[in-house]
């Protein structure tokens, strides 16, 4: 058994102070005081206690750009649970595997080192009929989500528009959630065309090929397949202005439309494309100006964005460098799992956002929205997936301290005003104070459905 004593515990919609119990992996009573002998006591004095961190967008080694992503199930996890996450969703991309139970199965035997609990979105790249068949056995599989990719043609990973439709209506029949990268792909292979006959190849042209009307044509495009299909979708890493208003507008007019974005967009703005290190924040899509920054905060306020999450797919410096004068080399992707919570939690300690509203957005929404029906609140009966914040430890990032596969990182030397100093995992304690203590193995498959 564990006592978490004197916290003042983020619940879904306030905060009090309060003792928690547990035992066998979960949390088995939530009150003003509970004193018991022989048990393990965190004294959380002055601290915040917050339900673990889900990110539901991780890309663990994942084949792209002509290599593949730094970390793997084991790396990445172990990372994750230093900064108090203790569940992820990973995107398995179906390839060559037959079949999406082939894919499932490869996936689980590679993450069966994870520190910490997972589960699969799949990101589909084909919509055969056998594909489309084997959607009704997803559930038993624990997989109730999956992304279609409106870009990446070259990279044989895009669904058309007439697929998505009928990939919807599939997904609509089976309960299934269904993810979109939302981009403009003409749009995009036109502007990179024109670039490179004009030899218009520094990195600051990944940024204007892949410009805001770029998304917010593939936003508005998503909007309108998954209405026709009368099917509700997830549109994944929102980045610009006018796609987020295009979902706020969709969400008043009755349809089922969740938001994420990640706190690469909320806190760069695409001047970062004319750094030095132009190629490290290379992403898709691209980091937009200053104004869509502004009304993702706005979006992430009045309510409009669900969720936040990293989409961490890092790559080693010397494969960014690759296309250090030619943004068509750099593979696309940046780091993130370790800052997504000390983030949120920063934002939270300066008042930009409550606790209350960071603990919605990391956790509490991501079991929603993906069925991860144990996890997501402090709340009797749930795992006890916990974390304790310290508001008033400052930190720095340096990726030395990185438990990760990332030799640089977007966040190097970010300070945040605040500590997550312990992460709890279905009531084991795997992370306390500049100490792993996460055991390989110990993250479980998380069937969701
Ligand atoms: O640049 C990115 N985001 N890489 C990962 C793949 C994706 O589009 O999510
Ligand atoms: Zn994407
Ligand atoms: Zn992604």
Redesign the pocket.
Known sequence: MLVIKNGFVVLNDKIVKKDILIDDEKIIDIKDCIDIDNVTVIDATDKIVLPGGIDIHT?FHMA?GGTYSSDDYESGSLAASTKGITTYLDYAILKQEPTINDLINDKLKLAKNSYVDYGFHVALTRSDDAILDELKYAKDYGVSSFKC?MVYKKENMMISDEQLKKILLKAKQYDLLINV?AEDVDMIDNNIDAFVKNNMLNNYYHYLSRPEEAEYLGVLKALKIAKEANAPIYI??NACKDGILAIKKAKQEGQIVYAETCPQYLNFTCDVYKKNDSYNYV??PAIKGKQSQDALWDAIKDHTIDTVAT?H?PFQLKEKLWGKDDFRKTP??CDGIENLYPYMLDKANKKIISYVDAARLVSYNPAQIFKLKNKGEIAIGKDADIIIYNPNRPITFDIKNSLSNCDYSIWQDYQYSGTIETTILRGKIIYDNNQSCAIKGYGKYIKRG
Request: with cysteine.
């Open positions: 890309h792209f990719f990268h994944v890493h992403c898709s989409d797919c696309n992707g």
